[in-house]
């Protein structure tokens, strides 16, 4: 089990930026992809970034995408989501994710993160 613990969220006015950070623990050696995945009050969970740990292979939702940057330090067990002019839309709980492959959907998710809230105010 791979455990995650995410920071960086808040309270940012719409136009603004904010960096999540995601620390991995545990059995990191069988993670294979980390991502982040956002729910909104009432919506389903949405994908929203993913990368490849050994890589740093990227996809990101188009809804983010121009504006959302996933990364990561190996050496650190550390993933980020650098968030640029976020849109009152991309306020959510945040939660990072850790996968033995590939993963867009919450299904082929293996570790789930607690998640960290972010509000964008207009």
């Known amino acids: 089990q791979v455990q995650l613990v995410e920071s960086g969220g808040g309270l940012v006015q719409a136009g603004g930026s904010l960096r999540l950070s995601c620390a991995a623990s545990?059995?990191?050696?069988?993670?294979?992809?980390m991502g982040w995945f956002r729910q909104a009050p009432g919506k389903e969970r949405e994908f929203v970034a993913v990368i490849t740990w050994s890589s740093g292979r990227t996809y990101t939702a188009d809804s983010v995408k121009g504006r959302f940057t996933i990364s990561r330090d190996n050496a650190k067990n550390t993933m980020y989501l650098q968030m640029n002019s976020l849109k009152p839309e991309d306020a959510a709980v945040y939660y990072c994710t850790a996968s033995t492959r590939w993963s867009t959907g919450p299904a082929d998710v293996g570790s789930w993160g607690q998640g960290t809230q972010v509000t964008v105010s207009s």
């Open positions: 545990g059995r990191t050696f069988s993670t294979y992809a």
